[in-house]
Structure formats: C-alpha cells, structure tokens
Nanobody
Framework: QVQLVESGGGLVQPGGSLRLSCAAS????????WGWYRQAPGKQRDLVAS???????NYADAVKGRFTISRDNGLNTVNLQMNSLKPEDTAVYYC???????????????WGQGTQVTVPS
C-alpha cells in the first residue's frame, strides 16, 4: 500500500504561480510512474504531468512550458510547479502513483485526496 498526501493548492490570480507537493509513504515501488491529474467540475479527470522512476517527465499539451514536475527522492515527494496560471487551470488536482515494469502498469493506481486550485477569470 502507498499513501499519497497532496498540499499546496489555493487561490491565485491569472498569471500567478503555485507549487503543489505530493508526499508518498508506505511500500513505494522501485519502478513507477508518479503524476498529477486534474478534474474540473463536470469534466473527466485528465493527466497533467507525470514522471517516471528513471526521471523522464511527460506533460499534457495544455501545460507544456508552464508547468514543471520534479522529484525529491530523499523526501519521497513529487512537486508540480505551476506558472502563468490561467482560469482554465482551475480544478481539483490529484496525485497518482502506480508501479510499472518497463512501460507496463503492473500495480494498482494510488490516489491522493486532491487539492483545489482556483484561478478566477
């Protein structure tokens, strides 16, 4: 079992920045994909950014150039630096982690409880 706890959400004006953090505890696999998803009201939950255990990042087109995902292995934490925020970035942001073998998911999805990010129009 892996436990994920997010922090860092809030209200920010357009053009501003926020930093989300996700702390993991428990039986963290040695190979994984660790990422952030977001879900706006009435919409599906979509991938924002992810990073593999080998350090390879992946970003949704909507956030490329504005968001940066990073890991702090010593703290078992993944961070999402969000710059140039837009009203369309408003959503609940969820941390996610799953075990992989090569490029194949071999374990269950673990989710955090979510943190609200609001960018007013």
């Amino acid at each position: 079992q892996v436990q994920l706890v997010e922090s860092g959400g809030g209200l920010v004006q357009p053009g501003g920045s926020l930093r989300l953090s996700c702390a993991a505890s428990g039986s963290i696999p040695s190979t994984y994909v660790w990422g952030w998803y977001r879900q706006a009201p009435g919409k599906q939950r979509d991938l924002v950014a992810s990073i593999t255990s080998s350090g390879n990042p992946n970003y949704a087109d909507a956030v490329k150039g504005r968001f940066t995902i990073s890991r702090d292995n010593g703290l078992n934490t993944v961070n999402l630096q969000m710059n140039s925020l837009k009203p369309e970035d408003t959503a609940v942001y969820y941390c996610n982690l799953y075990e992989t073998s090569g490029r194949i998911q071999i374990g269950p999805d673990y989710w955090g409880q979510g943190t609200q990010v609001t960018v007013p129009s």
